[in-house]
């Protein structure tokens, strides 16, 4: 099973709209979450990181945990075309031989339409 | 403050030849981490150093080795070039281990073997 999975997508929503990205994971005690920005041909830029269970609001970014049922989410409110890349979601793993570095996701790739 | 920064940004090799990539992590980070992103799929986790040794390494040949310097900048190798290394190499740090903190991506360097 693999330790973190997204929809690879594409993920299509017009201007405006909510846009929601889905990850779920493996490993019951990780702590650790986060979402990257990967524009095409770029480096991933870091948009939010969250801890507990509940909602992180950062601007037009919320991200959801809900560890009981594994998964995380985030949701960008009034998209923008400036909003189109992939999106990886990444954890750091705390069982096995992997703690301490990041695993992520293979990324949904959202295309916001004008 | 600057960034992590890795060199070189492109290039190319021939198959079964040796390459060497630089990085230099974020002013006060100890820990560096390698990924692989080949065309298409997700980020790889290679190597993870932190205070001059490494720490974990991810699902790949011994040919790919690297190691952190005093100064906790680092260099990854890989020997004995194939084609399927082709890809972008990525170089991150973070203030000692990942969990818990942030770690931030460096541009990249483009691998072509040829």
């Known amino acids: 099973q693999k330790e973190v999975e997204q929809n690879s997508g594409p993920l299509s929503v017009p201007e405006g709209a909510i846009a929601s990205l889905n990850c779920t994971y493996s490993d019951r005690v990780s702590q650790s979450f986060f979402w990257y920005r990967q524009y095409s041909g770029k480096s991933p830029e870091l948009i939010m990181s969250?801890?507990?269970?509940g909602d992180k609001e950062d601007g037009r970014f919320t991200a959801q945990l809900n560890k009981a049922s594994q998964y995380v989410s985030l949701l960008i409110r009034d998209s923008q075309p400036s909003d189109s890349a992939t999106y990886l979601c990444?954890?750091?793993?705390?069982?096995?031989?992997?703690?301490?570095?990041?695993?992520f996701g293979k990324g949904t790739k959202l295309s916001v339409k004008p | 403050e600057a960034g992590v920064t890795q060199s070189p940004t492109h290039l190319i090799k021939t198959r079964g030849q040796q390459a060497t990539l630089r990085c230099s992590p974020i002013s006060g980070h100890t820990s560096v981490y390698w990924y692989q992103q080949a065309l298409g799929l997700g980020l790889q986790f290679l190597l993870w150093y932190d205070e001059g040794e490494e720490r974990n390494r991810g699902n790949f040949p011994p040919r790919f080795s690297g190691r952190q310097f005093p100064n906790y900048s680092s260099e990854l190798n890989v020997n004995a070039l194939e084609l399927e290394d082709s890809a972008l190499y990525l170089c991150a740090s973070s203030l000692a281990r990942a969990s818990g903190n942030t770690i931030y991506f460096g541009e990249g360097s483009w691998l072509t073997v040829v």
């Open positions: 990444a954890l750091v793993p705390r069982s096995g031989g992997s703690q301490g570095n990041l695993i």
């Open positions: 969250i801890y507990s269970n």
